[in-house]
């Protein structure tokens, strides 16, 4: 304990190459195959680097590369320090960790540290019996009265969160399939494995780590039932799932999970490395619990990729998350769990645009704004054949699933559009065309390639946007969102009502640094704004370029 009586107080600093970056996930199974088996692989990914590193981020995130018997891709871990034989060896992780370095790129890496596979060796030997060594690693409990599972938690992908093991007569709990069995952080020792596990991989280079559902390890110590919401919400996360019909007040978002992070804050300051939380509480009150200086560093604000392509939802659902966690979020625009912004926003060519100026918007945002990959390339989901189901939320549930924003990048024109030389994992879908590779679109100033770098590299000309300057909504009303931040820079998005063209009266002295759409312009401080486009002007003349 220190002089002030703290004890256990740890106030963490913040990477420098954090601040002010700009995010990129992978999806490794469908970002670049070298080796014709149709899988995406490490290899793939460390030839395509390159491409990351012009089109200017910092930071790449890689979904789980561990051996997993893929029940949901990776995020079934059966060994934390293993590598994925279909992604390629340890060796190939050092390779990609190298390159990326090299080219000044910081690597994520995915940790799932809610549950394990129903194969990996902790859950075998939990299955052996009562009183195995590491029982008490997972989440048992005797049945319920009627020989049911305890109590009435459900699983995110459907049925039941709870599974009898009939060798051992009692139900393991698992918030995802049943061969996801929940790890138990009651115990001391599931703490003390992860806390070494974190330690491996910072000692190997890794830069940080993406934690999956990190507002889910704690239950309720009395595993009480969850109350049924009165009116199940109208928007249920897609998958029309019975966990939506719950209010999640004992199995999600317990007291005691920031806990842990303070734990490994001190180990990931000590190797200045990030902790990136993916928590999923959508109350920016609630979420900045997570985010302190002696916690995670940064939670994604999954709000930003549900809102509507609606001014007053984006004002009003954004700016409370500003206003409560300042400089401490990421912004996704989509991810793998999500449709692409570009198909949440319409599809096709107006869907492209409108993702681009709502990715100027969130690159005005303190923090961290985060592409998936195809976002760059101005992706839509991919329309796949019938009968075409590798998620398991659709062949559990018969819904739509995550498998259209899954499938394989389009690198270049020819078959599977450059992604591999065999057959891939799952089809490039039937819409994508050899217009929408990144070869065709490299080097095209009109593309949505083109248009993404020279925004990331705007923003990063711009100090006011990756720094501190505090962050102002200017635009209380009507079609147009705009921020400024400090007295140096204004972002405008223009979300469009049918009305045209919309006009802001800035500073005469105000210069169009980039826009997503060559018909806006700026004379003489009148900014002329078309619909479904976006503006980062430089309001003072030693701010313009
Ligand atoms: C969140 C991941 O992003 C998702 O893909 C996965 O299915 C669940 N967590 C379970 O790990």
Not at 192 to 220: K, M, Q
Not at 438 to 453: F, I, K, N, V, Y
Request: net charge negative; proline share 8%; glycine share 10%.
């Amino acid at each position: 304990m220190d002089s002030t009586g703290r004890g256990d107080e740890h106030s963490g600093h913040r990477p420098g190459w954090w601040l002010g970056a700009v995010g990129y996930e992978v999806y490794v199974r469908s970002f670049a195959d070298s080796d014709g088996d149709g899988i995406g692989d490490l290899p793939g990914l460390r030839a395509r680097l390159p491409h990351l590193a012009d089109l200017g981020v910092d930071v790449v995130w890689l979904t789980p590369v561990t051996p997993s018997p893929q029940r949901d891709h990776g995020y079934d871990v059966a060994d934390y320090l293993g590598v994925e034989p279909d992604y390629g060896t340890l060796d190939d992780l050092r390779g990609v960790l190298d390159d990326a370095h090299a080219l000044g790129l910081k690597v994520l890496m995915d940790l799932v540290p809610n549950h394990t596979s129903d194969l990996h060796p902790w859950f075998l030997d939990a299955c052996s019996g009562r009183d195995a060594a590491h029982r008490d690693f997972y989440v048992w409990r005797e049945p319920g009265p009627d020989g049911g599972p305890p109590n009435n938690w459900v699983s995110h992908f459907g049925g039941p969160a709870w599974t009898f093991h009939a060798a051992t007569g009692q139900y393991y709990m698992h918030l995802f399939l049943p061969e996801q069995p929940d790890l138990n952080w009651a115990e001391p020792r599931v703490w003390a494995a992860f806390e070494d596990i974190l330690t491996a991989w910072f000692e190997r280079g890794v830069d940080g780590v993406r934690i999956d559902v990190a507002h889910s390890l704690v239950e309720d110590p009395h595993f009480r039932d969850n109350p049924l919401l009165d009116q199940p919400p109208s928007q249920d996360g897609g998958t029309g799932s019975v966990f939506d019909r719950f209010a999640h007040i004992h199995d999600l978002d317990q007291p005691g999970v920031v806990d842990i992070y303070r734990r490994w804050r001190r180990i990931a300051d000590a190797h200045d490395a990030v902790l990136l939380g993916e928590v999923y509480v959508l109350d920016p009150g609630k979420l900045r619990r997570y985010v302190t200086d002696d916690a995670l560093h940064s939670a994604f604000a999954f709000d930003a990729i549900k809102v509507a392509w609606d001014a007053q939802e984006i004002r009003s659902t954004l700016a409370p998350y500003v206003a409560a966690c300042d400089d401490r979020l990421s912004w996704p625009l989509s991810s793998h769990d999500d449709p692409h912004a570009a198909e949440r926003f319409g599809g096709g060519e107006v869907g492209a645009r409108r993702a681009l100026a709502y990715l100027t918007l969130l690159c005005a945002l303190p923090g961290v704004p985060f592409l998936f990959q195809g976002d760059e390339l101005g992706l839509d989901d991919a329309v796949l054949p019938e009968g075409v189901a590798e998620d398991p939320i659709t062949l559990r549930l018969g819904v739509r699933g995550r498998d259209p924003q899954r499938s394989p990048m389009p690198w270049e024109p020819g078959p599977a559009l450059g992604f591999t030389l065999g057959t891939p994992w799952l089809p490039v879908g039937s819409n994508r065309g050899p217009a929408d590779t990144a070869a065709a679109q490299q080097g095209d100033p009109g593309s949505h390639l083109e248009r993404t770098r020279e925004l990331l590299a705007t923003r990063g000309r711009l100090p006011a946007l990756t720094g501190h300057a505090p962050l102002e909504w200017v635009v209380d009303e009507g079609p147009v969102v705009a921020v400024t931040r400090g007295d140096e820079v204004l972002v405008a998005l223009h979300v469009g009502d049918g009305e045209g063209d919309a006009q802001l009266v800035l500073p005469e002295e105000a210069r169009l640094c980039y826009a997503t759409d060559p018909r806006a312009f700026l004379v003489d401080g009148e900014l002329t704004l078309p619909e479904d486009a976006a503006v980062i002007v430089a309001l003072d003349e030693e701010t313009a370029p």
